[in-house]
């Protein structure tokens, strides 16, 4: 770069040259470099084909003496000094060359003009020394201005100038044309921290949001890269330093040692034979030592208060004690230090080499440095100090408690683990402060609010668990270690209790206004709404307004603030929100009072009140519904003093136990279903309390009366206890399906007989029943019983089957009991059943041909049944035609008729492959014969008589004997008497 001050020959920034890319072509088309006649660089850019851009005149450039007023009278404002003190510093001829190389160099875009300021110790530790012209001659600050930004340290304060452009013009403002950041004196990482988290991070984001680029690649990468240089930085500022420690050498030691090494032999005490009699060098070595065990114990000794400052600064102590003390080790073995120590022990002054080792403590504080940093290496605090929601914070909690459990294989104190607690307590309230601020909580939607203060709630509610959890661990370890240090473990606040209480004051608070700005919008609606609820009015409108605008003026207050400012600040907000809310909870308790007191009937007021109980936490509408309250009260008491009543009738006694039975519920299951009906009737009570005197409802006199009734009916409606029993009757029962299929009862009466039945008692189908009901009730059922109900209902068909089976049988030989000459028509049938009862006599419940037997058992049984049946119709047909001879016409028809039915119906019987039909038909033949000599003995008789009284006069005819007989016969040869009754003396009429 040639050394002009400024660039005369021509600027242009918006074009390049091919050979060294600097901004700026001249006229003749080459960049500026080669027009300054640097002679080593030969241009490769072609001539444009066309004219190039007019360049800008001298008088286009900013002047040098604009931007030194500029200078002057901005940089003392921003960092201190005086006006006088920069106008020397901005007159000196370095300062105009670099200011003019800043003005119109375009490939130097940084100023940086600032001063050094010293520290009061450092001044105070010059003075001590006696250097005090020195700091005579410092007190007034150099100034500094350079084009290099790395020229600032931690003792400066500097603003440094960036370009916006890469050359500075005149026509334009300067502001426009800079970007200007303050680095003030202090630790560089602190400085860093507070333009990342403060203005760089929040930037970001709304340049993100307004942008709406959040869902760009790269975008979530910036925002984590950034995030992570906020931690790195929180960590170099909380690392704590712990000082080097030097150990001077005696400088004839360190001669001897040098001149041996130089003659290529190893140092040796006999290098010193001659000094050790020297009283005066030894004494003078063996204060050098002295002075290391000084130096030694400056770090050996050191210790910290770890609930002072944060946790990572505890943690870092220990990390960084243990490097300093191996680095002192190091020094410790080092040959200079190894030969000092040897030449003082054959000198004979071992009090000096004794103390070395013991009064520095080094190899002690080594062994309990490296204990302790088994529980700080690998320490998580990133984690949390790196969480960007709550529910980061909640993982980051555990896994900062479960490292903790490392302390039981460290000797780490006790007393100083529960101060780091409290530490790490004050780093989740810095970190949950940061989380919770960036949301601005009192300008977010109410639903907004409540999930960041449900997380904060989570956030809150694990700590506690943990932090109890890890108590107990350290309990456990005081025991078995024996240690009485710590005599109790009083459970303390922790550090974000303060944060805890806030947040949940601002909860209170921002859902009070909501009930209170949600029940004046619903009261106070607009046109249409019913005569009960109001009309919209200015005054019912200037009401929502005044809510809203309390709110607005509470929201000002920085509600997190959590110092004695923060909190005066936070209480005049809330009185100034009180003061403004009082007029609309006027208006408020006289539309109450209004609408109360045109209520027709109780279930109205309860309406009406469910609809303002969340405003009766005010204590001004509560004071103005109270009579009403009491009213509504005395009405809760009957109904449940009525449901009370309805609950001593004992459920089986109800008509809710019939009507559980009609619907296949069982017992116990009816029973439950009942009691919790009777329980949500309680539950509906009780909620009619809650409407009535509000939150909060248990506190107040009558309320807590209630509660307490209520409490008491609702244990003994408890329908665990009717489940358990349920269990305990199942579980000694030992019910189940298992065994055979089928069981023999002897029953003793009059006649002992025994009675097949099926091994299926009903109490399985009904534990069956109550498993599946109590399931869907949602009671846990023991996975036996559950196996049991299981089992039951697979074999619950084929037992139904079973009992249907043996009670058709059952009913059938009862029908055949009384005809037990029908008996041999169905043998066959009936012996089929008995061989196929005979099978499942030895059949088992588990056993694999169950299906098939009850299938085959219940086709015996139908067809046994259906013969039985059959055979019963042809026997009543057969006995009716039997009778029928002994009353019907002796002529050979008739009978012939009778005759023909008897045998068709025999010939159906023989169709239908009954068995032992010939014995039946002799039977029925040997009857039909009976009948006819019966029939024919009457009719010869009745001959005999009417021939013996032929040609007797009539009145001989009159004796009952005769009329009888000749009535008998008329009525014989007329077609018989009425039915064929039978005259007593086995003469039948006809």
């Not at 700091?135 to 960036?162: M, N, W």
């Not at 502001?175 to 400085?191: K, N």
């Not at 900062?400 to 309230?429: E, G």
Request: glycine letters at 6%.
């Amino acid at each position: 770069e040639p050394a002009e001050p400024r660039i005369s020959e021509a600027l242009s920034s918006r074009s390049c040259c091919s050979c060294c890319c600097v901004p700026g072509v001249s006229d003749e088309g080459h960049c500026l470099s080669c027009v300054r006649g640097q002679a080593d660089v030969d241009c490769n850019m072609d001539p444009p084909d066309e004219k190039p851009a007019t360049a800008a005149p001298i008088e286009a450039v900013l002047s040098l003496k604009t931007l030194v007023e500029y200078l002057r009278e901005l940089v003392p404002s921003l960092i201190g000094g005086t006006v006088g003190d920069y106008s020397t510093l901005l007159g000196e001829d370095a300062a105009s060359k670099d200011l003019t190389k800043f003005i119109d160099d375009s490939q130097v875009f940084t100023l940086v003009v600032g001063r050094a300021v010293k520290d009061k110790e450092e001044e105070e530790e010059k003075d001590e020394d006696g250097d005090k012209d020195r700091i005579q001659e410092e007190r007034v600050p150099p100034l500094l201005l350079s084009l290099d930004a790395g020229t600032v340290t931690s003792k400066h304060s500097a603003v440094v100038f960036v370009k916006r452009v890469p050359v500075l013009l005149r026509d334009k403002d300067l502001p426009s044309q800079l970007r200007s950041i303050t680095f003030s004196e202090g630790q560089p990482f602190e400085i860093l921290h507070s333009f990342m988290h403060h203005a760089i991070s929040p930037f970001l984001n709304s340049a993100i949001n307004a942008q709406k680029a959040g869902e760009k690649l790269g975008v979530k990468g910036i925002k984590t890269a950034i995030s992570d240089l906020e931690l790195s930085l929180v960590h170099l500022q909380q690392d704590i330093d712990i000082p080097e420690i030097s150990l001077i050498i005696h400088p004839t030691i360190k001669q001897v040692m040098s001149e041996a090494i130089e003659q290529g032999r190893k140092p040796s005490v006999e290098d010193f034979n001659s000094r050790i009699e020297d009283v005066q060098f030894m004494t003078s070595v063996s204060k050098c030592v002295t002075r290391w065990i000084r130096e030694i114990q400056k770090v050996t000794r050191m210790d910290r208060d770890p609930s002072s400052g944060t946790a990572m600064q505890e943690v870092s102590f220990w990390l960084n004690l243990e490097r300093a003390l191996l680095s002192i080790k190091d020094k410790r073995d080092s040959p200079e230090v190894v030969m000092t120590l040897d030449l003082l022990k054959h000198g004979k002054r071992f009090h000096a080499t004794v103390g070395f080792d013991s009064d520095t403590g080094l190899v002690k504080s080594l062994e309990t440095v490296a204990n302790y940093n088994q529980l700080m290496k690998e320490f998580p605090l990133s984690g949390l100090l790196s969480a960007s929601s709550t529910d980061a914070i909640r993982t980051a909690i555990v896994n900062i408690f479960n490292h903790m459990k490392k302390i039981r294989n460290t000797n780490y104190p006790v007393a100083r683990t529960l101060k780091l607690i409290q530490a790490i307590s004050s780093d989740l309230s810095d970190q949950l402060l940061r989380v919770v601020r960036s949301e601005g909580l009192m300008h977010i939607s109410y639903p907004d609010f409540e999930r960041v203060v449900t997380g904060c709630r989570k956030v809150f509610q694990t700590w506690d668990e943990e932090d109890e959890k890890f108590r107990n661990t350290l309990r456990d370890l005081l025991k078995k270690k024996r240690d009485d240090t710590v005599k109790t473990f009083r459970r303390v606040n922790p550090e974000h209790k303060p944060l805890q209480d806030r947040l949940e004051e601002l909860s209170n608070f921002r859902k009070q206004h909501e009930q209170l700005r949600t029940v004046i919008v619903r009261v106070l609606k607009p046109s249409g709404g019913s005569s009960a609820d109001g009309l919209m009015d200015a005054d019912d409108q200037s009401a929502i307004e005044e809510v809203n605008l309390a709110y607005e003026d509470a929201k000002q207050a920085d509600v997190l603030d959590l110092t004695e400012g923060g909190l005066k600040q936070w209480e005049a907000a809330k009185r100034r929100y009180d003061e403004r809310i009082d007029g609309v909870e006027t208006r408020i308790t006289a539309r109450l009072r209004d609408q109360l007191g045109k209520a027709k009937n109780a279930n109205e007021m309860f309406r009406i009140f469910g609809k303002f109980n969340a405003l009766f936490v005010r204590p001004k509408i509560r004071g103005a519904i109270r009579e009403y309250q009491t009213q509504l009260i005395q009405r809760v008491k009957a109904d449940i003093e009525t449901l009370q009543e309805k609950f001593k009738v004992l459920y089986p006694s109800t008509v809710n136990a019939h009507m559980s039975e009609v619907r296949d519920i069982p017992p116990v299951s009816g029973q439950i279903i009942w009691a919790r009906q009777i329980d949500r009737q309680l539950t509906a009570y009780m909620r009619r309390v809650e409407d009535v005197l509000g939150r909060g409802w248990e506190n107040h006199v009558e309320g807590q009366v209630l509660k307490r009734d209520g409490d008491s009916f609702r244990s003994k409606l408890d329908t665990q206890a009717l489940f358990e029993k349920w269990l305990s009757d199942v579980q000694a029962r030992q019910s189940g399906a298992g065994g055979h299929i089928f069981d023999i009862e002897h029953r003793r009466g009059q006649e002992s007989q025994l009675y097949l039945l099926v091994n299926f008692h009903p109490q399985i189908i009904t534990l069956s029943k109550e498993v599946r009901n109590l399931k869907w009730l949602g009671f846990r059922v023991p996975l036996v019983i559950v196996n049991k109900a299981l089992q039951a209902n697979h074999f619950y068909p084929f037992a139904v089957s079973l009992k249907a089976s043996l009670r058709t049988y059952q009913q059938t030989i009862e029908k055949l009991a009384t005809q037990p000459q029908l008996r041999r028509l169905v043998a066959s049938y009936h012996k089929a059943i008995q061989v196929r009862i005979a099978e499942g006599i030895g059949l088992r419940w588990e056993s694999y041909r169950l299906e098939a037997f009850v299938q085959a058992l219940a086709s015996s049984v139908t067809i046994f049944q259906e013969k039985v049946d059959e055979m019963l119709v042809s026997s009543k047909a057969i006995k009716d035609a039997i009778n029928s001879l002994e009353s019907c016409p002796l002529k050979l028809e008739d009978l012939t008729a009778v005759i023909n039915t008897i045998q068709k119906v025999v010939d159906d019987l023989n169709l239908r492959s009954y068995v032992n039909l010939p014995r039946f038909v002799a039977d029925v033949d040997s009857e039909v014969e009976s009948k006819l000599v019966k029939r024919l003995s009457t009719a010869l008789h009745n001959w005999v008589v009417a021939l013996e009284n032929f040609g007797k006069k009539t009145d001989e005819w009159d004796d009952g004997t005769m009329l009888s007989s000749s009535a008998s016969n008329r009525g014989g040869e007329n077609g018989g008497g009425k039915d064929g009754e039978d005259d007593g003396n086995g003469n039948g009429s006809g």
